[in-house]
């Protein structure tokens, strides 16, 4: 069964990253290394150090503005 992942910049993406997988572990793969590298850049470009508990709100942002669907 085909899963659908969507990924937005913002809450506010009027046209979010859809990518479409065979199996579950594939889009779940897919979504944490996108998130990972997504999380990665946030925290190379930022001017100020990160605390622990900030990457864990990044973290948690990214994973909000993430669905896997079955299609």
């Excluded at 046209?15 to 997504?38: C, I, K, Y």
């Excluded at 864990?56 to 994973?63: A, R």
Aim: hydrophobic share 35%; proline share 4%; with cysteine.
């Amino acid at each position: 069964m085909p899963y659908r992942v969507t990924y937005a910049i913002d809450s506010l993406d009027p046209n979010p990253l859809t990518m479409e997988f065979d199996e579950f572990w594939e889009a779940s793969d897919w979504l944490h290394g996108a998130v990972q590298d997504r999380v990665n850049h946030i925290v190379q470009h930022s001017q100020y150090s990160i605390s622990d508990d900030e990457l864990c709100e990044i973290y948690e942002t990214e994973y909000y503005l993430t669905r896997i669907n079955k299609v």
